[in-house]
């Protein structure tokens, strides 16, 4: 396993000093999981859209913008399709039609997108084409490498995290040519089990002025010193004990350790180094639109910059106000705590608000081109009701301004 550091600066090498006898001081108190129906909310709200997402992709590839039924089906894998291919593209039938292509003996069902689905793709691109977004996206992505201290990551790695830093899907073309002062193809040094060389994706030079964390930055802002603190947000019923909460209160006072510093030299017990991994976890979620990813991700980018998993496991455990790990989706998907209010995002980023516009699409269900309702999670909404109703007029408003488009 690699560990790549960078050493930014010489003035903070004094932390060496400072913290390399500092030992662990938290107590042997258990610290019980507490759902978090909001935030379970916000997980669950986005599910199926990532492979959705991906299916999108690949029928509009094609240069009919159209794919055989049956040659979806063998890449359920590799688009992560949760059921078979029919069922799901059956279950969005405002963002998926299958038709039979004329003027042929015996056609093969095909797929294509809707003239909605198509819509709200076109306004995606003119988005992700859009140069302040394109700007952003890259310096998520360099602040990203800048993680590493060295400045580049695998592009395994990369890729475990393109869905939530917003990449484009074909980033290695395009924002390689557009910021060469950025990125370059590297060789990570290394061979995979297959015996391939690995590569990698990292900075042209250091920069400075990206690596500055989001806590940092915050700090900057409210004019606070270097006792930076992380918000704790408990969900509703949870309840420290009192020796805990006088525990994190000492702790939040510790010495404030940028995630794009190497601090390894701290004892890796001590609390000041549970600090810095915290911080790393943090920076790490904050780079990210949604503000949260699988926690698998995390171990494993935690994994190559040379942290355990037992460690990492311990910073999202010890720490429920700053991190909530929910078990929605099949999956342990840990988010950022402080980016939400209740269920919301608090950060409008435009990628995100180009998402909902999809999630509110897939809700709408139809039959016989009659809206009926919508899904909501796993819940069926009755358009007989107010919640029905309210999706019948979210319909016929999509409807209009698709200018009478018809999707039967």
């Given amino acids: 396993m690699l560990r790549l550091f960078h050493f930014p600066t010489a003035a903070r090498h004094h932390l060496r000093h400072r913290y390399r006898h500092h030992i662990r001081t938290f107590i042997n108190a258990r610290i019980k999981w507490v ?39 063998p890449l359920k894998p590799h688009l992560q399709l949760p059921t078979a291919a029919e069922k799901f593209i059956r279950n969005y039938p405002l963002i998926f039609k299958i038709f039979l292509p004329p003027n042929k003996s015996k056609p093969l069902p095909h797929v294509k997108l809707t003239p909605k689905a198509l819509s709200l793709h076109h306004d995606e691109i003119l988005l992700l084409s859009m140069s302040h977004y394109r700007k952003d996206v890259a ?20 890729d475990l995290f393109k869905y939530d830093l917003g990449l484009p899907h074909d980033y290695l073309l395009t924002l390689l040519l557009e910021f060469p002062e950025f990125f370059q ?31 940092e930055k915050r700090a900057k ?18 309840d420290l004990e009192k020796r805990v909460l006088e525990w994190v209160d000492e702790w939040q006072n510790l010495f404030y350790i940028s995630p794009y510093e190497n601090a390894f030299h701290l004892a ?73 209010r209740k269920n919301l995002l608090l950060e409008k980023h435009p990628l995100m608000v180009m998402r909902n516009r999809y999630i509110s699409l897939m809700n709408l269900v139809l039959r016989r081109g009659k809206p009926i309702g919508g899904v909501i999670g796993h819940r069926k909404v009755s358009a007989s009701g107010k919640k029905g109703a309210k999706k019948k007029d979210d319909y016929n408003r999509l409807s209009r301004s698709d200018n009478g488009d018809d999707d039967d």
Wanted: glycine share 6%; proline share 4%; aromatic share 8%.
């Fill in 268 to 340: 890796p017990n001590g609390d000041q180094a549970e600090k810095w991994a915290v911080g790393l976890i943090h920076e790490l979620l904050s780079l990210l639109v949604s503000k949260k990813t699988e926690r698998e991700n995390v171990f494993r980018l935690g994994e190559f910059l040379g942290f355990e998993r037992l460690r990492l496991r311990k910073a999202l455990v010890h720490f429920p106000g700053i991190f909530y790990v929910s078990n929605k989706l099949r999956t342990q998907t840990v988010v950022l705590s402080e980016a939400y």
């Fill in 139 to 158: 310096q998520r992505l360099a602040k990203l490498l800048m993680l590493s201290r060295a400045g580049k990551l695998p592009l395994y790695l990369i």
């Fill in 185 to 215: 193809i590297c060789d990570m040094g290394v061979w995979d089990a297959n015996g391939d060389i690995v590569f990698g994706l990292e900075l042209v030079s250091w920069m400075y002025d990206l690596a500055v964390s989001e806590m």
């Fill in 221 to 238: 802002q409210d004019g606070e010193s270097v006792r930076i603190k992380f918000s704790m947000n408990l969900p509703r019923g949870f």
């Fill in 35 to 73: 759902h978090d129906l909001y935030l379970d909310t916000a997980v669950e709200r986005e599910k199926n859209l990532k492979p959705l997402l991906s299916l999108k992709t690949l029928i509009l590839s094609q240069p009919s913008q159209a794919l055989p039924l049956p040659a979806i089906s």
